[in-house]
């Protein structure tokens, strides 16, 4: 089966600017993930949809960051205006549901200049 | 609160075993995964425990102590390909999402 699908795969932009993100889950997975992982840390969840309904966003900073999940399949993630402090890899990964094994896709990897 | 505590960087020989420890602290606990990543690499699910005890799959065993709240990760006849990092992840399911929270990783390193 086709794994998690994420573009782009690099992204450099300054701050205050935009930035978003693509994910295409594995065909037939109802959860999908968000995650935001700084260099020597582990990941951390900023949202959780399951189909096209938010599970959990308790962690996203919600004064910049969006994320949607229309017709419960693709997901983008938007950050605006981006902070130095975002510079990381997002990763996206999805389930078959929330208490399966998940499915990381390569990630973005994000430079704030 | 919730925390994860595991090693940040363990060294092994080739051939050799190596078992990765991780002690947490949850509000909720529903059971205990580890994640494999290389470097520049995707996380890829390793094994998941729910219950007391070992579980074998291949070359990786994953224990779990749910009264400890401790689990480890055994990794035996190391292969060098095995040189990665190591995350031990908490299942949540206080607000019954199940949601991931990852510990900080254990990098490990396999030499000749």
């Known amino acids: 089966e086709a794994g998690v699908a994420q573009s782009p795969r690099y992204k450099i932009i300054e701050k205050r600017q935009s930035v978003a993100f693509w994910c295409n889950p594995i065909?037939?997975?109802?959860?999908l993930y968000w995650y935001q992982q700084i260099l020597g840390q582990g990941p951390k969840l900023l949202i959780q949809?399951?189909?096209?309904?938010?599970?959990?966003d308790s962690q996203l900073p919600k004064d910049r960051f969006s994320a949607e999940r229309l017709k419960g399949v693709d997901s983008t993630l938007k950050i605006q205006p981006a902070k130095l402090e975002d510079s990381a890899v997002y990763l996206c990964?999805?389930?078959?549901?929330?208490?399966?094994?998940?499915?990381f896709g390569d990630g973005t990897r994000l430079s704030i200049l | 609160g919730q925390s994860l505590e595991q090693p940040s960087e363990v060294t092994a020989v080739e051939g050799a075993i190596v078992q990765i420890n991780c002690t947490y602290q949850t509000s909720g606990f529903y059971g205990l995964s580890w994640y494999q990543q290389h470097d520049g690499g995707a996380p890829t699910f390793l094994s998941y425990?729910?219950?007391?005890g070992l579980e074998e799959t291949g070359r990786f065993s994953s224990f779990l102590s749910r009264s400890d709240s401790y689990g480890y990760l055994l990794l035996q006849e190391l292969q060098m390909k095995d040189s990665a990092s190591y995350f031990c992840?908490?299942?949540?399911?206080?607000?019954?999402?199940?949601?991931?929270?990852f510990g900080s990783g254990t990098r490990l390193l396999v030499r000749p």
């Open positions: 425990n729910a219950l007391d």
């Open positions: 065909s037939g997975h109802a959860t």
């Open positions: 949809f399951q189909n096209n309904g938010v599970v959990d």
């Open positions: 990964a999805s389930s078959l549901s929330g208490g399966q094994p998940q499915h």
């Open positions: 992840a908490v299942r949540d399911d206080l607000d019954s999402s199940y949601k991931l929270i």
